[in-house]
């Protein structure tokens, strides 16, 4: 059982990886190439990316779950139609976000945060990756669901396949033609192309068991996929309400610099978000198969194995962090910006202490999600997503200033982790112990 938590975790977790990594190396070729104010830009652009990407983890969780329900009964026509249902769906919102979003730019630009220095640069960066909406959104969708149709390897393929695609047109774009953050932007939607013309070849293809085919709208099914996805959408959104609301108070408090400095650790915490995200998601199709088998003993299992792996790389990348903030910090400032460089490893060295605890928080919303427990999902996902770190980061604010600033996250997420650990023992534990003793595991996940 181990090694299948790890075929399927392993290449989810490498998928999301090549996810930030889109936005991380946009931010280091505009660093180089243009300057600081173009890198504070394209920060505050992030949360209209977090929110397209939100909408399509909704999708793909959602769908990946009910299919694979589906497939562990053998339904496998049932899971085709739900996963072309849905993906019809996401097709038709991703041109109405790029209508809106191309018809108000300057406004949303304005609304995102950008300021007299950084409206142009916000504008172009915007723009362009507004344009390519809908790859993204399928991108990740059909990467989901080609694991959830039991090929992982594929979709660790194709997302590393677009991923050095995205680097080497940065580095044409951004630095040999000198686009600037326009070239930033059409690298990356150039990039997400790829993987999504794979993944339809693969889906036409006669092995796979899920496939593209005729279906009827089921409104019962759509809510039912959004319900079980919610917690995930509401986890990635929150990313970006997190920076909206970062950005605002770091401007008021602490100014410029401090948009910069957050920049850095934006990036850092794409990184450990999407890696715990990673570990969750390689875990829900796994949860959710056994669920739908009857099998409680192996999916929990899986969720221990989960934890212990989010334990350990929270350890590893808290450690990174307060080793080598300032070589972190020298990826993206310039070498002669030292007062700069000591300031943002001083705010990295706070701030990380909330990676000891976010994964747990993300493991626990997944688990629960897989369950089709989205109530209990989204009060973990609300609470460290939007009611529990507004809070946290306005009281810390107004008590200690600028170190409050950077602590603020420790504290949302734990007592978002207090809550999620009282929700097992409550609501689990007595029915899953005696769902233990009832039944006979059926054995390993195949």
């Not at 080598?324 to 202490?353: N, P, Q, V």
């Amino acid at each position: 059982m181990r090694k299948k938590f790890l075929k399927y975790a392993v290449p989810s977790v490498l998928s999301m990886w090549v996810y930030s990594l889109y936005t991380m190396v946009d931010g280091i070729f505009v660093a180089k190439g243009v300057g600081e104010t173009a890198l504070a830009a394209v920060n505050i652009s992030m949360p209209f990316v977090n929110a397209v990407f939100a909408l399509s983890i909704m999708f793909a969780v959602g769908t990946s779950t009910v299919s694979a329900i589906s497939l562990g009964n053998k339904e496998n026509n049932k899971a085709s139609e739900i996963f072309t249902m849905n993906m019809t769906v996401l097709i038709v919102i991703g041109i109405v976000v790029t209508a809106v979003v191309l018809l108000n730019l300057e406004s949303i630009a304005y609304f995102l945060g950008a300021t007299e220095n950084t409206v142009n640069y916000v504008k172009e960066y915007l723009g362009i990756i507004s344009a390519f909406t809908v790859f993204p959104i399928l991108s990740y969708y059909f990467e989901v669901l080609v694991k959830t149709d039991g090929k992982p390897r594929l979709s660790t393929l194709c997302v590393c396949i677009s991923a050095v695609t995205n680097i080497a047109l940065d580095y044409i774009f951004v630095i040999k033609l000198g686009y600037g953050v326009r070239g930033a932007a059409l690298a990356t939607g150039i990039a997400q192309m790829i993987p999504v013309m794979i993944y339809v070849l693969y889906f036409i293809y006669k092995s796979s068991k899920i496939k593209f085919v005729r279906f009827k709208f089921e409104f019962s099914v759509f809510m039912r996929t959004m319900l079980i996805g919610m917690s995930d959408f509401i986890t990635e959104f929150s990313s970006g309400f997190i920076i909206f609301m970062f950005n605002i108070t770091i401007l008021k408090n602490i100014g410029e610099i401090g948009i910069i400095t957050y920049t850095i650790i934006m990036y850092i915490n794409n990184i450990v978000i999407m890696t715990m995200t990673g570990i969750s998601q390689g875990n829900q199709p796994l949860v959710s198969y056994c669920y739908g088998r009857g099998d409680t003993k192996t999916y929990l299992y899986f969720l221990k194995t989960a934890i212990k792996s989010a334990g350990a790389i929270s350890l590893l990348i808290y450690a990174v962090c307060m080793l080598f903030a300032e070589r972190i910090c020298g990826i993206f400032i310039s070498a002669d910006e030292t007062r700069l460089i000591e300031y943002s490893a001083k705010a990295i060295r706070w701030y990380s202490s909330a990676y000891l605890i976010l994964g747990f928080n993300i493991i626990f919303s997944g688990f629960y999600a897989a369950l089709e427990r989205p109530l209990y999902s989204a009060i973990i996902s609300v609470g460290r997503g939007f009611a529990v770190i507004t809070a946290s980061l306005i009281v810390m604010a107004s008590l200690f200033g600028e170190k409050g600033i950077w602590m603020s996250s420790f504290i949302s997420e734990a007592i978002c982790l207090i809550a999620a650990i009282a929700i097992f023992i409550r609501f689990y534990y007595k029915e899953l112990f005696d769902d233990i003793m009832e039944k006979e595991p059926l054995g390993d996940y195949d």
